[in-house]
């Protein structure tokens, strides 16, 4: 073979690896956002009650309405710079979520959402869920 065929050949390849990479990434931030089962089978110990709605909310305004909105619509102030739509938390998607599922996310984060597990305790989160059941409910 010879020097600009080996060439060629070099270059076609890493086009193709870069291309596929590309493909990988573009397929992956679009897939589902799954929380492991294992998730999905965690109870909430907070009891949704109007002490743990009140906690919630000040830590839902100051944490997650700047993006999700007020009402949990996707719609915050923040919301359009980010590179994809923020979902309403009100959806199918979302109210279908066992307490579990919507915890670890909460806890785990994916971007732009970031993670609370650090800034959060595992209570404020739970009451997050809480909070978050609320605008399905509202809707209802």
Not at 64 to 83: F, R, S, V, Y
Not at 129 to 137: G, L
């Amino acid at each position: 073979m010879t020097k600009s065929k080996t060439k060629i050949l070099k270059t076609t390849s890493v086009i193709m690896v870069a291309l596929t990479m590309i493909v990988f990434i573009v397929v992956a931030q679009n897939a589902p956002w799954k929380a492991p089962e294992a998730a999905a089978k965690v109870k909430n110990p907070v009891v949704s009650d109007a002490a743990s709605l009140a906690a919630a909310k000040i830590i839902y305004t100051k944490q997650c309405g700047k993006c999700h909105g007020k009402k949990g619509m996707g719609d915050g102030p923040n919301a359009a710079t980010l590179d994809k739509p923020v979902d309403p938390l009100n959806n199918a998607a979302t109210t279908a979520q066992t307490d579990g599922e919507l915890f670890w996310k909460i806890s785990e984060g994916k971007k732009p959402m970031p993670s609370t597990k650090k800034s959060l305790s595992d209570e404020q989160r739970w009451q997050l869920v809480n909070y978050v059941r609320t605008f399905s409910s509202a809707t209802k």
